[in-house]
């Protein structure tokens, strides 16, 4: 019984010792295994701490760029510019820049056809043309390079683009960029099959001159920029005259030159009386403008804005074309007839006025001598010696000239000898209360002696009342215009009114 249990134990102890070391050798690879996990964990977590950090770095980063960008375009953005010119002025501030501002016009068509989302893409482009246009302007402020190209356009927003220009050397170099940009950049792009056109309207305000702010040389330049795009001919540089000019206005002068294309225009018509024979000598036409919203204008509520921004000349054009055509109605109704159509400064100034007056007479074969051209006597204040030149070359080509307003501007008398008009108006301030007034009375009396002492016609304006033809006509004045023959009316009624008048009022002579 011993032995078998001796047996037993010395059979059983290498057992036992084996798997005690069989044990240890487990829970020693399981420390391993656990240490070596606990460091890649700890790696791990070092790498995605790293990873987090850099996501946030560029996180960061995404956002910085995009506060200093614009998000559909990528150029820089306004707070960009605003923090380079900061640096900038400080560093420079007696130098001379200039702002060019341009604008895309007539987008909303592109983003009305193409939807958002391509039109963003097709703004981008155009953002890319006008940067290209200015790689080689290194007056141009840089803002960044992009593979090693310069970028110098700041996407103000929307459709709007800035430049900021050193010039002191050369003042004129922001017009040449704007010239140069809205010429060459505007070419048409393909999108989906479309051609897609659009034009860059540009206005420029000069730094210390027109401001010293960014946001007060912004409202300038597009101030520039609209009279620039909204009236054709002007300078895109910012004038202080353009201070009196409000939006409503210019909006009111674009819509004009709309309205002569739209055919909202009408002229009417007032008849000039021989005042003892009653004959019908001519008729003055005026222009109204049906507008669509604002009603019946007339001449008094766009004809000065019309001439101080240059949009005076086209409006002139159309009513010369109906005024000669009228006379070409009436020569062929056997009606013996002048209009008399009133120019203005500008006119006189336009070279191109003698031939185009040259074509009309032509086109409709009417004779030189039916037309009579009103000019105020204001005029010749402004150019006298090329006014005159004009008025000159009028009178040769046959055209009756007559001095509107007379008495009222002064400007014109030391030249009343040099010009070639046949007749002058008395304005009608003085023949209205003609007959209540002797101070009136008088300086009529004064002003129709000089112009029969000058051998000129004379022609009262605003004849109302019976009393006052007889005063007149003792004054020796023959003409008149006014409520006591005809209040004006529309011009295609004019052949019709004369026939009637005829036969009611012209003496057998």
Not at 109 to 127: D, E, P, R, T, Y
Not at 166 to 185: Q, S
Not at 435 to 461: C, F, P, Q
């Amino acid at each position: 019984m011993s032995f078998r249990c001796c047996s037993l134990f010395v059979i059983s102890f290498p057992v036992a010792a084996q798997t005690e070391q069989a044990l240890y050798t487990a829970i020693g690879l399981l420390s391993i295994a656990l240490a070596l996990a606990a460091i890649s964990i700890f790696r791990l977590k070092s790498r995605l701490s790293k990873l987090l950090q850099a996501y946030k770095a560029a996180e960061k980063a995404v956002l910085g760029f995009y506060a200093l960008h614009d998000d559909i375009s990528g150029f820089p953005n306004k707070f960009f510019l605003q923090q380079q010119l900061d640096k900038l002025l400080k560093k420079a501030p007696d130098q001379s820049f200039s702002l060019l501002l341009m604008k895309i016009s007539q987008f909303d068509k592109v983003n009305h056809l193409l939807g958002h989302s391509n039109s963003n893409l097709v703004l981008a482009q155009i953002a890319q043309r006008i940067n290209e246009q200015l790689k080689t302007a290194d007056e141009a402020l840089t803002f960044e390079f992009r593979k090693q190209a310069p970028v110098r356009l700041c996407h103000l927003g929307g459709v709007d683009f800035a430049v900021w220009i050193a010039c002191n050397d050369k003042p004129h170099l922001a017009e040449y960029l704007a010239d140069n940009l809205e010429k060459t950049v505007p070419e048409p792009m393909i999108v989906h099959g479309c051609a897609i056109d659009y034009q860059l309207h540009s206005g420029i305000a000069h730094y210390p001159q027109h401001g010293t702010q960014l946001s007060e040389l912004l409202e300038r330049a597009y101030l520039a920029l609209q009279h620039h795009s909204w009236l054709q001919g002007q300078s895109q540089v910012f004038s202080a005259d353009m201070l009196h000019y409000s939006t409503d206005k210019l909006t009111l002068m674009a819509e004009l030159r709309q309205a002569i294309e739209q055919q909202q225009l009408a002229l009417y018509v007032q008849p000039q009386v021989d005042m003892q024979s009653r004959e019908v000598l001519a008729g003055e036409v005026f222009v109204r403008w049906r507008h669509p919203s604002r009603g019946l204008m007339t001449p008094d509520s766009f004809l000065a804005l019309a001439e101080e921004t240059g949009v005076i000349y086209p409006l002139t054009q159309w009513v010369l074309s109906e005024a000669i055509a009228t006379i070409a109605q009436l020569n062929k109704a056997g009606l013996e007839g002048k209009i008399a159509v009133n120019i203005s400064s500008q006119d006189l100034l336009q070279d191109e006025l003698i031939d185009s007056l040259d074509m009309l007479f032509t086109k409709y074969s009417v004779q030189p001598q039916q037309l009579i051209l009103e000019i105020k006597e204001g005029a010749f204040a402004a150019q006298p010696s090329q006014s005159i030149s004009m008025m000159q070359r009028l009178h040769k080509m046959g055209v009756e000239l007559m001095l509107d307003d007379f008495g009222t501007g002064l400007s014109s008398l030391s030249h009343l000898r040099q010009l070639p008009v046949q007749s002058v108006k008395v304005d009608c301030s003085f023949i209205n209360d003609l007959h209540k007034s002797d101070i009136h009375t008088a300086i009529t009396g004064a002003i129709i002696d000089m112009a029969r002492n000058l051998g000129l016609g004379v022609i009262a304006e605003g004849v109302e009342e019976k009393e006052v033809e007889q005063k007149l006509l003792r004054m020796g004045c023959n003409r008149g215009q006014g409520f006591l023959y005809s209040r004006p009316f529309e011009l295609s009624g004019f052949a019709v009114w004369l026939k009637h008048w005829q036969q009611q009022h012209t003496k057998s002579l």
